[in-house]
């Protein structure tokens, strides 16, 4: 039996990574004032059906029938989820709202390079500012999230772009506002289509794919200067690039998009966001008229992109290391001493210590390896000396021998740290 | 809009206590040496159907095709899981392999008394051990577990039993193993069942419900004696009380069952493990032949509990307390210094502190009420003392002015802890 395609198992040297990767993701989330919520894994289909919720999504939707007729979908995104979460229950917190979430999520995507059905993704929004300010707060969090990791200026940088400057070009050309979703989901997938397929798409709009190209090279977004300088004052404003290549898939941004990209190597996108200002309203029939900011990180890309990055590597080489399974060992050097083992080892724990022991009998000599294959710190023996045990640090094979009552004090001064 | 019948939304408030029971859940599990690990939502329905991985699960299993025509079941329970796991890699672990596991089940159960389709269950697992050694470890943490939300010998009590005792009791009375499940089945479920309806179910076995109540009484559980003596050992005979009339209603059980349970108001059961020698093999078509032991804890019940017994509510208030959502907040005096301020706050951030501001000019009072809200316990005033700020500690309103570059080693000797 194995897994469905597209799905996971963490063992728990994969689930190790994962405590890594969420840790510091609600670490800064928390620095900037974010509190953590979560939603259902499993909502109505028709949350994600509504007006402007959808785009390429609705077709890799995991949706079916439940055993009460109901249309149902698991999640392809929190965003909609937060939205009507916000929109019941708004006028209980004091704005802006600023929420996150570490969840599950599923998309039946074509299985092609690996690509999963279910990804961890992490969320930040900020609801209910409509300013540049808000913006900011947003694209800081995101640049202070991948820095954690050990990713510096030239291993990542945030393109930055603003849907009204296109709004401006379509007005320029013609093209109606009702138009625009369709005219941004092609230039989104420009850089990765054929020319002869680009032009296809875009004959209806009657405007050539060059003068899009010029535009891009060229265009200012006057829009993004206030969050520039925001950025810049924070001391972030070398992370961040203008690019009116940025447009982001997702029907339902109105203002600034952004996406984190890789700079070495395979130039992935890592992260991406955006302003919402209508989809709340949209979601709640117009309930919850408020606007919102947010930007989304998936496990995979991130997991990835440590792999190749020596310094981030080795930060979390060292994460790793630091959270061994065990703490502290207890060598039960004679039998007739296990009751005591058990009560020493009850005491222990209590205070905070990992440790293990041997559930059966075992020669001494064995049980030392089990000590440094769980990445004890210490090992104490009890044995002959009874009530003294005899504590060894692995690590340099110190040794002394003291009154067990003693020993949760003498590791504290001692040993590693209580967990 | 509103989630499906039986889904919750965690608001912030609602996550912090989901943070509290997951925290404890994990420390408690880690303290005995037990690793995490995940396995996907979704699994092939198959999984469930295998021999005697199913009971009553299998009616409340949600199922559907999915887009590649595979039948698929959102996770009913973790442990085919994490069978299917350990016999795919068991080979790569030293014996005895701890896990645990931290995630969402699915049940499509009849809507009564609040019951949910979507919760979040903890699982301990120990295996390759049959000793009662191993049974010792995994009560003793289920009850420092249940200990460590402030519930007392008082509040909570371990109902111990043992499958073996049954089978004695069927071989006595002339039943075949092969009906042993079933027989169980009506025995876990007699408590709850009219008399009438229990003496119609057993009538093919020709036992009569007072010889079991008679069985369930008197009868003795001498497989369960080492058990009891390691758990006296530790100090913790007096949680645990061998019961024959627990039997567990899961298929899978083979030896020492086991039911922790509420012993105030609602007498309910809180969680419920015990032996499972054959699942492995029987999942694995025998790749896997491993004994192992476990168990598993609900969010919901305990969640109540901890509403219904006041020192554990007490405890878990205190920390909630100990987790506002901001730890300073900057009151910006003077929108001149709004760039000052962006810095500062960067600068706190990064060092590990939860920092707030105003998005937008606000009133200086407004702002000191938004650091209230928000927990801050010291507001930093920035204005025309810059370079200079003013400190002030918000539980007694002592004021301090620095300078800004002192702020965050000044904090750190007179502030709360870094997060």
């Not at 509504?50 to 390429?56: D, F, M, T, V």
């Not at 409509?130 to 050990?150: M, P």
């Not at 009998?361 to 004890?376: C, D, I, M, N």
Request: net charge negative.
């Amino acid at each position: 039996m194995k897994t469905l395609p597209g799905f996971r198992d963490l063992f728990p040297e994969d689930f190790a990574r994962r405590r890594y990767l969420t840790g510091l993701w609600r670490d800064t989330a928390r620095r900037y004032g974010f509190v953590e919520f979560d939603g259902p894994t499993l909502e109505s289909a028709e949350l994600y059906r509504k007006k402007n919720s959808g785009g390429e999504i609705l077709g890799q939707l995991y949706e079916f029938t439940d055993k009460g007729d109901r249309t149902v979908a698991l999640r392809p995104e929190v965003t909609p989820t937060l939205a009507r979460m916000v929109a019941s229950k708004h006028r209980d917190y004091p704005k802006p709202i600023r929420w996150f979430n570490v969840g599950t999520c599923f998309r039946y995507e074509r299985q092609q390079r690996g690509r999963l059905r279910e990804f961890l993704q992490f969320n930040c929004d900020l609801v209910g500012d409509a300013t540049s300010a808000a913006d900011a707060e947003v694209v800081a969090l995101l640049i202070d999230l991948l820095r954690s990791f050990g990713l510096g200026p030239e291993d990542f940088a945030i393109r930055l772009s603003d849907r009204s400057a296109w709004h401006d070009f379509l007005t320029l050309h013609g093209v109606e506002h009702d138009h625009a979703g369709e005219f941004l989901n092609i230039v989104d997938k420009m850089e990765k289509m054929p020319f002869e397929k680009t032009e296809e798409l875009l004959a209806p709009f009657g405007i050539p794919q060059a003068t899009i190209q010029e535009f891009i090279s060229t265009g200012r977004i006057p829009a993004l200067d206030p969050l520039l300088a925001d950025l810049e004052a924070r001391g972030l404003r070398a992370y961040v690039r203008p690019d009116l290549g940025v447009v982001r898939g997702l029907a339902y941004y109105t203002g600034v998009v952004f996406e984190a990209f890789a700079l070495q190597g395979n130039l992935r996108a890592i992260a991406g966001g955006g302003r919402y200002d209508r989809l709340l309203a949209d979601l709640s029939d117009g309930l919850a008229d408020l606007p919102a900011v947010g930007f989304g990180v998936g496990d995979a890309v991130l997991l990835e992109l440590i792999n190749e990055i020596p310094a981030a590597k080795s930060l979390e080489a060292s994460y790793l290391k630091s959270e061994p399974p065990l703490q502290v060992y207890l060598v039960i050097a004679d039998e007739s001493h296990r009751s005591n083992a058990l009560a020493l080892a009850q005491q222990l724990r209590v205070t905070g210590w990992r440790v293990g022991f041997p559930l059966g009998q075992e020669k001494v000599g064995k049980q030392f390896g089990t000590a440094e294959t769980l990445g004890a710190s210490h090992a104490v023996v009890i044995g002959a000396e009874w009530p003294n045990v005899k504590v060894k640090r692995l690590s340099d094979r110190m040794e002394q021998e003291l009154d067990h009552a003693t020993l949760a004090i003498w590791l504290e001064e001692h040993g590693a740290a209580v967990s």
